[in-house]
């Protein structure tokens, strides 16, 4: 064992923490390339943008025999992605940057596309390639990040698993839905 302190002494964490205090959270400790964090939080931000925007279409526009329970987890989802925003819009803040809402270029900034789909099928099959898109895409900015940024990595974190038990939701809509076309073709025929 070294006899390094675990922490700093009290009384240099006190000098530091009155040095700069305009910064607010973001301390001298903090290692991360707060610019290129902040621009990663603003695409992730227009993802989720993106996302709340194609679930709310979804969710009124879903029709059919199985649209009932898909519409309502499509509100869900929609509900969860707006929180997501909202986390990475105070963040974002924290880090002393400025949350971009700006329609204005929001597909240009999102990772993920805006595609309607036109059957219930569809609309399931493009929200899951949009939640497999996020979860690469939070992946990779997790990677990035790694203990630089300990704060937005936790955020970051939290915001793959929903969207991997989201991308799971749709993943067995998808396959009850194969199953009972599937089923009622071989009874038709």
Not at 35 to 53: D, G, H, P, R, Y
Not at 83 to 109: C, K, M, T, Y
Request: proline share 2%; hydrophobic share 35%; aromatic share 6%.
């Amino acid at each position: 064992m070294t006899d390094k302190p675990f922490l700093s002494d009290v009384q240099e964490l006190r000098r530091r923490a009155r040095q700069h205090i305009e910064t607010g959270a973001v301390t001298d400790s903090y290692r991360g390339d707060r610019e290129t964090v902040i621009k990663l939080l603003n695409e992730a931000l227009a993802t989720e943008i993106v996302c709340v925007l194609r679930y709310k279409r979804h969710y009124f526009m879903a029709q059919g025999i199985h649209a009932d329970p898909i519409a309502a987890e499509f509100l869900q989802h929609a509900n969860e992605e707006q929180g997501h925003a909202d986390q990475l819009a105070g963040r974002i803040v924290q880090l002393g940057g400025s949350p971009n809402f700006s329609p204005e270029g929001l597909l240009s900034r999102s990772h993920s596309e805006y595609v309607e789909g036109q059957t219930l099928l569809e609309m399931i099959k493009e929200d899951l390639v949009a939640e497999r898109i996020a979860i690469d895409s939070y992946t990779e900015m997790i990677r990035y990040i790694g203990d630089d940024d300990i704060t937005t990595r936790r955020i970051l974190e939290s915001i793959l698993a929903v969207e991997e038990e989201h991308a799971d939701d749709l993943s067995s809509f998808l396959a009850d839905m194969e199953k009972d076309w599937r089923e009622r073709n071989r009874t038709a025929g």
